[in-house]
């Protein structure tokens, strides 16, 4: 049976019609960000745990004006990170809280976890590096999430969403993949800085209205 030419261009022709209007860019527009009335504001103070868990968080879900965005943990490989973090979040130190900074020149992340919203806010405590990555390009890729810090050591509430892939110094920890809710981040990216430029505050408010853990 001979193959019909005519029929398999006009089949590939629809393919790539149907794969060219579904880009990822173009789904991240369905995003819908509700209004909140969070603001910065003085952090909650939560108590650290001494020696890391026996049992660690699997994932995190943060409840967002934008919607859900689900983290799947790496588990053994940061103990103290992920200890600490749930402690945070167990004690509610995250709901209610902005992610204040966002860039899109060079580094492509969001940054969350001070509910002051200036960038300097924390726990009142620190715990060691984990889990860091080779230093090579794009050692940060898209959907990975790290602790922020100010140097070796010195991590403690603050920490980023990777929207695309990113490289970084091989200096801070990775202690999850987002599973669900890129689409949220890279929208809020899409949305761009206030002001404009390539790092500042998200144009696009995006609160955490609540951080679980399972």
């Known amino acids: 049976m001979g193959i019909n030419m005519k029929k398999v261009i006009a089949v590939l022709s629809i393919v790539v019609m149907s794969l060219l209007m579904f880009t990822p860019a173009q789904a991240s527009t369905k995003v819908k960000c509700a209004t909140t009335k969070v603001v910065g504001h003085s952090a909650k103070k939560v108590t650290p745990i001494q020696k ?34 749930a402690t945070l979040a167990k004690g509610k130190y995250f709901d209610g809280s902005l992610c204040h900074r966002l860039t899109t020149s060079g580094i492509f992340v969001l940054q969350c ?4 919203a200036t960038g300097s806010g924390g726990p009142g405590f620190q715990y060691p590096d984990e889990n860091l990555p080779a230093n090579a390009l794009n050692n940060y890729p ?60 998200p144009a696009q408010t995006i609160a955490l209205l609540k951080v679980t853990t399972n």
């Open 142 to 201: 898209a959907g990975t999430v790290a602790m922020a810090n100010s140097g070796p050591g010195t991590n403690g509430s603050q920490f980023f969403l990777v929207y695309a892939d990113t490289t970084l110094g091989p200096d801070y920890t990775i202690w999850g993949k987002i599973t669900k809710g890129l689409d949220i981040v890279q929208a809020i990216a899409k949305a761009g800085v206030v002001g404009g430029g390539g790092d500042g505050t």
């Open 52 to 85: 890391p868990l026996a049992k660690l968080a699997k994932t995190f879900t943060m409840t967002t004006n934008c919607g859900s965005i689900v983290i799947s943990t790496v588990g053994n490989k940061a103990p103290w990170t992920l200890t600490e973090m």
């Open 113 to 116: 976890g001070d509910p002051t």
